[in-house]
């Protein structure tokens, strides 16, 4: 049942659901701290940024115990997030998403860039999802962001800002923690991390984790229960070198790998995407059955190794940010349900009964090096500058096979043999071999006309190049096909900012940004106008916004209203193939998204935090998705239609409270809820033939819950995630969807679907020293 494809807050949300709140007992100046971001690639207030940030801060995700994109969504108005596995995620900011292979908000570890700059290794769906443990926050940047941060940030950016090693400090600290999830048992995690000093200019530090959750998801077909049940585990170690003020060099290192058996989505009725019966197409009352008669896996690992200088000459510092990157996918998925399991069973089998089962592997690779080069003004004066340039090289590998296994002893069949004149010794392989070069020149500035207003500008250019080498054996036939493509995109931005007083900013901002086209995938038998290649697509963006505090701090609000442009929009055409469907890279026409998002901070009293934030998003198809020319798009996107998993309406409130206990100790409790408004699910051209509209997705509400005590050196959490069992669709489609009766099945069209976790109660222990 896994989907085959081939090769903001406008405004800045104050660490809402889970924020540190004020101590009973602490000054007013602790709610007064200002959070410094680095949107503009400089130290800076919020207040001073003339554009969208969000902002979630380690503290509050380990309060929420967010460790992943689909925990910590809710904490950043406009985000929302589709998953089919752990690792496996599409980020979808202000709209921006037409469900293609290609991502559209560009994630960011400090000032490394992670992830496939180009379109033929599904970067779409590959997103960076790093856990948070040692985190010392999460930046998400709204609207494009192609002038400092470059390709794929159509919608925006996502950076994690990693914990820096501390001079002259000895810090240890860890948690171990047990979870009980509704319907699939217990899991459990621990977290660790030591800084130690190396004499007075070397300091180091290291951090790890183990993670396990337990599966929710049962498999008829093989009759097991718990089949998507995960780990994750990995560490970082970071090493700063700073022999003067004005000099210093970091090290870093991190590995993650993912390990997920099969995958969270299960079958549901196409009308209601409800649970059913992947057989009998029966209500089962709400338990999750997918179907897979061959056990199934999804393994993902990262690696990133970078360096970072800075360097005060006085008149400017310099940076030079390094790195290079891995990422690798292993997938296995049953796909005996399919169309090409026929000509397996013709091949292997004979004729009836039904013998032969066939599942699909898909590997995927990405090697990804880049050097960043950048020249900075010191902060203050009449006119602030920054000048740049940029360097990627990425190889990337993707292959897909499909295998013949025995229905009964799931014993894979050696894939040789004869059909009818042919002869091979492979049944159907798919791959192909992909560079990708790019090199940037970029520069931005902050004109101060006075001590009240300012004027921020800049603009990039990218040229990218790329080939490809591709290969489809398919019956023991096939030859390689070679494909290249090259092209050169100008992005920029504006942003007037006027700060009506300290506390009180408005700004406006006009910005352009792209994803890169690429060369495209050559399906078997492909008609002689099929395209080689796809171009860019960009987006404009025009945005209004403010940014308020209360001089005591006790109130921030942050709103903005935009409107972005997408033109040549990226989408993913099908077509059918003797392998089964291929997802082939095309351009469609024009979407726009238009919204408003707000949010705001409240502390009424000491110790007591209130977060509000909501956004409506109205993101549509100004065309159909037909691209130019015609003839090979089966999404069914039409002009109007909204697009995927982009509710209208979102928004989420929090309470906490915090106050001393005894002899110092500090006790809080705290709770959220996280309302998601109807959404609708991926094209699907079939779906629309069969009941005349769109996958449609109901609303939801789900209710967090948190409470503990820290004495100092140790400290207890208890925790609930969706409290009451909300049933949360995250993502829906493969219809139609349907166990041919030769196995087992009523060959009815069904679908699939993934959804939040069901309700997980938690407790932690922590110490630290």
Do not use: C
């Amino acid at each position: 049942m896994k989907k085959q494809v081939l090769l903001g807050s406008v405004g800045i949300a104050m660490l809402l659901a889970g924020a540190p709140a004020l101590a009973a007992d602490a000054d007013d100046d602790a709610a007064a701290k200002e959070i410094i971001v680095t949107a503009q690639r400089r130290q800076q207030t919020m207040i001073e940024v003339p554009q969208s940030v969000s902002v979630v801060n380690g503290e509050a995700l380990q309060r929420q115990q967010a460790a992943s994109f689909l925990d910590y969504a809710a904490l950043v108005p406009g985000f929302t997030v589709t998953q089919a596995n752990p690792g496996e995620s599409r980020l979808i900011l202000r709209g921006v998403n037409t469900g293609s292979v290609g991502s559209t908000v560009a994630v960011y570890v400090d000032d490394v860039p992670f992830g496939s700059s180009g379109s033929l290794s599904n970067g779409g769906v590959l997103a960076g999802d790093f856990d948070t443990s040692d985190i010392e926050r999460v930046e998400v940047l709204r609207g494009p962001q192609g002038t400092l941060y470059g390709s794929n940030a159509l919608g925006g950016v996502l950076k994690y800002v990693t914990a820096k090693p501390k001079l002259g400090t000895v810090e240890a600290a860890g948690r171990i923690g047990v979870e009980d999830t509704k319907g699939g048992g217990s899991g459990w995690l621990t977290t660790g991390v030591v800084n130690l000093p190396v004499g007075d200019k070397i300091a180091v530090r290291a951090s790890g984790y183990y993670r396990s959750n337990p599966g929710v998801v049962d498999a008829a077909g093989r009759n097991a229960t718990g089949v998507d049940k995960n780990q994750s585990y990995g560490g970082r170690v970071s090493v700063l070198f700073q022999p003067t003020d004005n000099f210093s060099a970091r090290l870093s290192a991190q590995m993650q790998n993912i390990r997920v058996d099969s995958p969270g989505s299960f079958t549901v009725d196409p009308l209601s995407v409800r649970p059913v019966n992947p057989v009998t197409g029966i209500s089962t009352g709400g338990q999750r059955v997918r179907y897979e008669r061959y056990p199934e896996l999804n393994e993902l690992d990262y690696r990133l190794y970078s360096g970072v200088l800075d360097w005060d000459l006085g008149f400017a510092t310099l940076t030079s940010v390094t790195s290079y990157a891995e990422q690798n996918q292993r997938q296995i998925s049953d796909v005996s349900t399919n169309a090409a399991r026929n000509t397996a069973q013709a091949v292997y089998g004979g004729t009836p009964p039904t013998t032969v089962g066939l599942f699909f592997q898909n590997d995927i690779s990405l090697e990804k090096f880049t050097q960043e080069v950048r020249l900075a003004s010191p902060d203050g004066g009449t006119f602030e500058w920054l000048v740049g340039g940029y360097y990627t090289h990425e190889d990337s590998a993707l292959v897909q096979q499909f295998a013949p296994f025995n229905l009964t002893t799931r014993a894979i069949i050696p894939a040789a043999g004869t059909f009818g004149p042919f002869t091979f010794t492979k049944f159907v392989t798919a791959g192909i071999q992909a560079k990708y070069e790019e090199i940037a020149v970029f520069g931005s500035g902050t004109l101060h006309v006075s001590d009240r207003f300012d004027i921020t500008a800049g603009g990039r250019y990218s040229r990218n190049n790329q080939s490809s080498v591709q290969s489809v054996i398919q019956l023991g036939n096939g030859s390689p096909q070679n494909g290249k493509s090259d092209e050169g995109v100008f992005t920029w931005s504006v942003a007037p900012r006027f700060e009506v007083s300290d506390n009180f900013s408005i700004y406006a901002r006009a910005a352009k940004g792209y994803r890169p086209g690429g060369p495209n995938f050559i399906p078997p038998n492909a008609p002689a106008s099929f395209p080689t290649q796809f171009g860019a697509d960009t987006i404009v963006s025009y945005e209004m916004g403010v940014h308020f505090q209360s001089s005591d701090r006790k109130l921030t609000l942050d709103a903005a209203a935009y409107t972005l442009d997408w033109d040549n929009v990226l989408i993913t055409s099908t077509v059918t193939t003797a392998a089964g469907p291929v997802g082939v890279n095309s351009n469609g026409r024009r979407a726009r998204s238009q919204g408003f998002e707000a949010s705001a901070t409240l502390r009424p009293t000491k110790g007591l935090t209130i977060g509000l934030n909501g956004a409506f998003t109205d993101a549509k198809l100004r065309d159909d998705t037909i691209p130019p020319g015609g003839g090979l798009n089966l999404t069914g996107g039409l002009a109007g239609d909204q697009l995927p998993y982009s509710p209208r309406l979102s928004g989420n409130v929090s309470a906490d409270y915090e106050w001393t206990v005894g002899d110092g100790a500090m006790a809080y409790v705290g709770a959220s809820a996280r309302i998601m408004g109807d959404q609708t699910g991926g094209f699907n051209a079939a779906y629309r033939t069969a009941f005349g509209r769109r996958i449609q997705i109901d609303s939801y509400t789900v209710v967090d819950a948190r409470a503990g005590i820290d004495f100092g050196k140790l400290s207890i959490s208890v925790y609930a995630r969706n409290l009451f069992n909300s049933y949360g669709v995250v993502s829906a489609g493969e219809y139609p969807f349907a166990v041919p009766a030769a196995i087992g099945g009523a060959g009815l069209p069904l679908m699939a679907a993934n959804t939040i976790r069901p309700r997980v109660l938690g407790v932690t222990l922590g110490a630290r020293f």
